[in-house]
T-cell receptor, first 114, second 108 residues
Framework: DTAVSQTPKYLVTQMGNDKSIKCEQN?????MYWYKQDSKKFLKIMFS???????INETVPNRFSPKSPDKAHLNLHINSLELGDSAVYFC?????????????FGPGTRLLVL | DAKTTQPNSMESNEEEPVHLPCNHS???????IHWYRQLPSQGPEYVIH???SNVNNRMASLAIAEDRKSSTLILHRATLRDAAVYYC?????????FGKGTHLIIQP
């Protein structure tokens, strides 16, 4: 069974569209994250949610809005997509926010904005 | 910004040990040292972590300098499946901050 799953795996869309990426974890974790990996392969944290509450919100355009309907899900909605949003987006989860806790990553969603 | 320094790439032969270095001279007392790796077209995968003492698990060993300003990830017998980008990360209260990592190439 997949611990952290994301859908879709690939997403190709036009500039200006609105799209969502879904993430689910079946590990019973309290904390979930979204990371962005750009074309240069740099991985940067975007958001962190703990018990459905926003903990970390890095410098991310407000076109990106995470939504956590419950502890097992953290979805990412992106409005007015731009070319620069093309990247691989990874969802992750950890038992809680403590520094020693392992993060488990999903397989990634490859977003291409045309 | 990344707070660790790693070589861009390293090459090793299959079945030989690999020592991946990491410098983190600005580490704080509460920062844990985490290592993750990312295989091609996959998400990052946890390898090992430690605070002060050396650590061993089924995947690797982590040797931490006494002053904690550097650490070394040790793969005891590298296989082709270990070819990946290895990230050394300091984690405090926020999420993981990934640097450029070390691209490990394994020669058969």
């Amino acid at each position: 069974d997949t611990a952290v799953s994301q859908t879709p795996k690939y997403l190709v869309t036009q500039m200006g569209n609105d799209k969502s990426i879904k993430c689910e974890q079946n590990l019973g974790h309290d904390t979930m994250y979204w990371y962005k990996q750009d074309s240069k392969k740099f991985l940067k944290i975007m958001f962190s949610y703990n018990n459905k509450e926003l903990i970390i919100n890095e410098t991310v355009p407000n076109r990106f809005s995470p939504k956590s309907p419950d502890k097992a899900h953290l979805n990412l909605h992106i409005n007015s997509l731009e070319l620069g949003d093309s990247a691989v987006y990874f969802c992750a989860s950890s038992q809680d926010i403590e520094a020693l806790k392992t993060q488990y990553f999903g397989p990634g969603t490859r977003l291409l904005v045309l | 910004d990344a707070k660790t320094t790693q070589p861009n790439s390293m090459e090793s032969n299959e079945e030989e040990p690999v020592h991946l270095p990491c410098n983190h001279s600005t580490i704080s007392g509460t920062d844990y040292i985490h290592w993750y790796r990312q295989l091609p077209s996959q998400g990052p995968e946890y390898v090992i972590h430690g605070l002060t003492s050396n650590v061993n698990n089924r995947m690797a060993s982590l040797a931490i300098a006494e002053d904690r300003k550097s650490s070394t990830l040790i793969l005891h017998r590298a296989t082709l499946r270990d070819a990946a980008v290895y990230y050394c990360i300091l984690r405090g209260a926020d999420g993981l901050t990934f640097g450029k990592g070390t691209h490990l190439i394994i020669q058969p």
